[in-house]
């Protein structure tokens, strides 16, 4: 797997291509998909075992998210509150859902000492 560092500090990586994942990391991301959707439609996921928000660099609005994401990370828990009020489309709103779940469990990590 080819990754790229877009933010070290906050765990936000870049992948060239989902292709790249190898098939175990493949169908671990797929079985967490909707019903339908494509490997290719997927803007980012969460690996969990190694703590890293992957974007994935082939996705039509890669920069967009490669950005939202680490400007999301980076704010107050009010100020996340305020971005999803404001996201433009579902989409952002579904993203930013997957963000919380992230630092929720970044968060219970950090309790228990595991980071």
Known sequence: MRLGILNKKLGVFAIEGLGDLGGIQEQKIV??????????????FYMKDRDW??????????????????????????????AAEQAPMEEVVDALRILDGVIWRR???HARGVC
């Not at 967490?32 to 439609?41: F, I, N, S, V």
């Open 31 to 44: 079985s967490q998909m909707p019903e339908g959707a494509k490997l290719d439609d997927l803007a980012f």
């Open 53 to 82: 928000i992957v974007v994935n660099k082939s996705h039509r609005l890669y920069e967009y998210y490669a950005q939202i994401i680490q400007d999301y990370l980076e704010l107050s828990e009010e100020g996340r509150k305020q």
């Open 107 to 109: 968060k219970q990590m």
